[in-house]
C-alpha cells in the first residue's frame, strides 16, 4: 500500500511531526514510481475511475441513495436505512464505511470491475 500527499512544507512538517516516520515497502515503492512514470496508464485509469463512478452513481440513485460527496475512487452517499444496508452488504462480503457521528451515511468504494457491479448490485437489491 502506497500513500502520499502534495502539500506545501510547512504543512508537510505539521503532517511528519504528527505521524513521524512512515515505512513503505520495496514491492509499494516500485508500483508508485511505476505507476506515475506511465502516462497512457494513468489517462486510461482516470477514465475508467470517472466512468466506473458514473456506473455506481446510477445504481446508488436508483436506490434513493443520495450521493453527498466522493471522488473518483469513493462515494459518499445518504440513505435512512443505512445502517441494514451496511449489515447486508457485510453480510455478502462487501466492505463500506459506516460513520458513528452520521448514522444515515456510507462511503462506497468504486467496483474496478463488471464482476464486483454485479456483486454489490445483486447485495443491495437481494
Avoid: Y
Wanted: net charge neutral; proline share 4%; glycine share 8%.
Amino acid at each position: 500500500r502506497l500513500g502520499f500527499a502534495v502539500t506545501d512544507n510547512k504543512t508537510a512538517k505539521l503532517v511528519k511531526d504528527k505521524l513521524g516516520p512512515w515505512a513503505v515497502s520495496g514491492p509499494a515503492m516500485w508500483a508508485g514510481i511505476s505507476a506515475f512514470s506511465d502516462n497512457k496508464w494513468i489517462e486510461e485509469t482516470k477514465i475508467q475511475l470517472a466512468d466506473n463512478a458514473k456506473k455506481l452513481d446510477l445504481i446508488l440513485q436508483a436506490l434513493d441513495m443520495e450521493i453527498i460527496g466522493g471522488t473518483s475512487l469513493f462515494r459518499l452517499v445518504r440513505h435512512e436505512c443505512a445502517n441494514e444496508m451496511f449489515e447486508r452488504l457485510g453480510r455478502a462480503g462487501i466492505l463500506v464505511r459506516p460513520f458513528d457521528e452520521n448514522p444515515n451515511w456510507l462511503r462506497f468504494g468504486i467496483p474496478a470491475n463488471k464482476a464486483d457491479f454485479d456483486r454489490l448490485e445483486n447485495a443491495l437489491v437481494g
